[in-house]
């Protein structure tokens, strides 16, 4: 029997961090086999998949402002980071035998293709895993913030929020020992409460195009899938 996936269409959010493993910098290619064998099973499953990754394995815009450095510069720097990770993510999923592309929100043409909505749901409607690298390509913003606005502009019906946890707890559950995880929380409590799942911008913005956010451990191997198919461990933020 074929199960059928929960969600029709997604955008999947992976931080760099996540990337990087537990070296200090830098890409991990197990840890990108392991987030391209996630994706390939929800390909198998039906599901069309978009992915931003982050850049903060690679450069943060913050750290050069914090060292009196222009935030601009860093950002371009940091929105580099993101192409470059994205680039090792095509690489696994092109080993897997999976379709993908990377559209960049930076024009880099004798690397990747430029990012417009049209092309970009053109190959999901294909098939295609598309991964949306350079965040929003404008500085000040977040690669949390490019995942919300790729969500909306390709008509997904979840964002997967890939963590280091398994969900969205009361209070750091690595601090404290009581805390609880919600499994399903309004994108207003979130923001209220000021738990920091993805930054408020992003937030706000999925709440606005009622997305929910699916907020799950992108490190439990097959985590994503399960959830997909309607189990798994994980915190849904949508209204209630
Ligand atoms: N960035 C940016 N605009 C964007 C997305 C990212 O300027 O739309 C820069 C910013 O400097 C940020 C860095 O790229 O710190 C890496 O992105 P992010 O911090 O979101 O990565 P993550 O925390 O997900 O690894």
Redesign the pocket.
Same mark, same amino acid.
């Given at each position: 029997m074929t199960i059928k996936p929960i969600y029709r269409r997604v955008l999947l959010?992976?931080?760099?961090?996540?990337?990087m493993g537990t070296q200090g910098f830098g890409i991990d290619v197990s840890v990108a086999d392991q987030i391209a064998s996630d994706i390939a099973e929800a390909k198998e499953l039906g599901v069309d998949v978009g992915v931003v @990754?982050?850049?903060? +394995? @690679? *450069?943060?815009?913050?750290?050069v402002a914090s060292k009196g450095g222009d935030r601009v510069t860093? /950002?371009?720097?940091?929105?580099l980071?993101?192409v470059i +990770?994205s680039l090792a993510l095509r690489t696994s999923l092109v080993k897997l035998g999976v379709d993908a592309v990377v559209l960049s929100?930076i024009a880099m043409p004798e690397i990747c293709e430029s990012f417009s909505q049209r092309q970009a749901t053109a190959y999901m409607d294909a098939g295609k895993v598309v991964i949306f690298a350079?965040?929003?390509? +404008?500085? *000040? *913003?977040?690669? /949390?913030?490019?995942a919300a606005l790729r969500a909306a502009e390709i008509g997904a019906d979840a964002l997967f929020k890939g963590t280091q946890v398994d969900g969205v707890y009361s209070a750091d559950p690595k601090k404290e020992k009581d805390a609880v995880r919600f499994a399903r929380i309004s994108h207003e409590e979130v923001l209220h409460r000021g738990l920091a799942i993805m930054d408020a911008t992003a937030i706000a913005l999925a709440r606005e195009n009622n997305i929910p956010i699916i907020v799950y451990s992108i490190h439990e191997k097959g985590g994503f899938g399960a959830i997909l198919k309607g189990g798994g461990h994980c915190t849904v933020v949508a209204e209630q």
């Open positions: 959010k992976a931080s760099g961090e996540a990337l @990754i982050g850049g903060g +394995n @690679i *450069f943060r815009g913050v750290a860093g /950002d371009h720097m940091g929105m980071g993101t +990770n929100a350079g965040g929003t390509g +404008n500085p *000040f *913003f977040t690669t /949390d913030s490019a």
